[in-house]
């Protein structure tokens, strides 16, 4: 029985993971978040590793919080960058596979097409820069895998969908900007991508190491995914769409996070939901908590 292991199992994506992996017969998951094991601590990880001796790990844990990543850039380059610079190195040492989440912030944004894996990174914010160092250290191993995301979202945790329920039960009317466009990914189907990979390594010696996309299929602005979040939710909350200019950040957001993901479903053999399709099973799993 092969043991993986999950860092970061209460965020968004750990939970998915927690729901989920049942799907995977005859492995050995364990589940840790702070409270069970402090990643910064390396002798303690090292500890765990050689007590539980996983195959592989699939790191959640990291600094998402993009506009605080800005003036606290110490903790965010500790848990995007460090962090997977611990669990690649010692990936390496004892033979087992890094499955790392990365993020569409490592490019610009100022794309008028897909972003391919291969395309120049360009990172606009402390959050995009210390994902991409991150990136690097975890590539130091040739078997490893990183999976770069965008807009994720799900029933747990804190997150735009989230928060836009909430919103819009509190005010009449809001302004989302319309001029940044990407795709919503949920939570869950990047979860079950995520087994549905390490399920093929686990029967496989070929080396499928290297950067991937994922993201649900689809395209819209977040001015878009408001009003559909709006209507389905019967929300009598006026919606209306602002530029980027107009809505205060610290951070300089990419305008075009749309990811091309030929590489994932050619390589894996699995096809990718619409978004709209995964945001109806996200609103039901809300309402039904």
């Known amino acids: 029985m092969k043991t993986i292991w999950v860092t970061g199992s209460k965020g968004q994506l750990g939970t998915e993971l927690r729901l989920q992996h049942e799907k995977l017969a005859h492995s050995n998951f364990l589940f840790t978040d702070i409270a069970e094991l402090d990643l ?4 303690l990880v090292r500890e765990f590793v050689l007590q539980h001796k996983p195959e592989f790990i699939i790191n959640c844990a990291a600094f998402t919080n993009v506009d605080k990543a800005e003036s606290n850039i110490g903790p965010a380059y500790m848990l995007n960058r460090d962090i997977p610079e611990l669990l690649s190195r010692i990936s390496l040492e004892t033979n087992c596979i890094l499955i790392h989440i990365s993020t569409d912030y490592v490019f610009d944004g100022l794309n008028c097409r897909p972003y391919k894996e291969e395309d120049a990174t360009s990172p606009q914010s402390v959050y995009g820069a210390s994902k991409l160092a991150g990136e690097i250290e975890v590539l130091k191993n040739y078997r490893n895998i990183i999976i ?34 990407g795709t919503p990914t949920s939570a869950s ?73 030929s590489k994932i479903t050619e390589t894996f053999g699995k096809s990718i939901p619409y978004w709209k399709e995964s945001f109806d099973k996200v609103y039901n799993q809300i309402v039904h908590i």
């Open 40 to 43: 910064k601590d390396e002798r």
């Open 148 to 181: 770069r995301t965008s807009w994720l979202y799900s029933a747990y945790g804190t997150n735009f969908l989230k928060t836009m329920l909430r919103l819009g039960k509190e005010r009449d009317k809001l302004n989302v900007v319309y001029d940044q466009v």
């Open 189 to 261: 189907d990047l979860a079950n991508e995520i087994l549905h990979i390490t399920g093929q390594l686990l029967s496989t010696e070929e080396n499928m190491g290297g950067i991937y996309n994922f993201s649900n299929e689809g395209v819209c602005s977040w001015y878009d995914f408001a009003v559909e979040i709006m209507k389905i939710a019967g929300l009598n909350c006026a919606i209306s769409p602002i530029t980027s200019d107009k809505y205060p950040s610290p951070v300089n957001r990419p305008a075009y996070s749309v990811l091309n993901k």
